[in-house]
T-cell receptor
């Protein structure tokens, strides 16, 4: 069965420092990987995805993510964090063999302090 | 592209009452998904439609829950005889059938059962 793990419930970063939010996955078919962000009382906003090709994918708001097949990881990164990046981040996998639904991790709360 | 629209955004109901949520997907998307999210958790898959056909239902979708998409456009999610454990945010999402394409979420419908 497909699954996603986000090992950190919370990540704290100072503004201007680089940030990393970790994600590992397990899927039987080809992994299609996604990151979403959620602000309080809002829906999920799409940030970026990995489908195929270059292992480093770039997305919205300066975020990027690195796909590592051998480590089954898809960590979200940003070179310089902003206070406005503070939110809940979800990693998800979409298995092409399972009807295309997304399976989400538990989420990581990112807190960026001035 | 007006995005995924959900209505109502918030609903407070007494235990035992029935509630219905509506979702209008992005117009060219023929796949529609329902998820449930409780505080501190990632979204959990409930069900999905391709056009008007309901192709998969999660075990989370008890017999008190019913989802429809009668004309392959908007969808409704009805919860009968609500229980306090049904309190959650109900998220709707849509996509094209190509699993390499992104899934886009609405703002969610908050349900509070008192």
């Amino acid at each position: 069965a497909q699954s996603v793990a986000q090992p950190e419930d919370q990540v704290n970063v100072a503004e201007g420092n680089p940030l990393t939010v970790k994600c590992t996955y397990s899927v039987s078919g080809n992994p299609y990987l996604f990151w979403y962000v959620q602000y309080p009382n809002r829906g999920l906003q799409f940030l970026l995805k990995y489908i195929t090709g270059d292992n480093l994918v770039k997305g919205s708001y300066g975020f990027e993510a690195e796909f590592n097949k051998s480590q089954t990881s898809f960590h979200l990164k940003k070179p310089s964090a902003l206070v406005s990046d503070s939110a809940l981040y979800f990693c998800a996998v979409r298995d092409g063999n399972q009807g295309g639904k997304l399976i989400f991790g538990q989420g990581t709360e990112l807190s960026v302090k001035p | 592209d007006t995005g995924v629209s959900q209505d109502p955004r918030h609903k407070i109901t007494k235990r035992g009452q029935n509630v219905t949520f509506r979702c209008d997907p992005i117009s060219e998307h023929n796949r529609l998904y329902w998820y449930r999210q409780t505080l501190g958790q990632g979204p959990e898959f409930l069900t999905y439609f391709q056009n008007e056909a309901q192709l998969e239902k999660s075990r989370l979708l008890s017999d008190r829950f019913s989802a429809e998409r009668p004309k392959g456009s908007f969808s409704t999610l009805e919860i009968q005889r609500t229980e306090q454990g049904d309190s959650a945010m109900y998220l709707c999402a849509s996509s094209s059938p190509d699993v390499q394409r992104s899934i886009y979420f609405g703002e969610g419908s908050w349900l509070t059962v008192v």
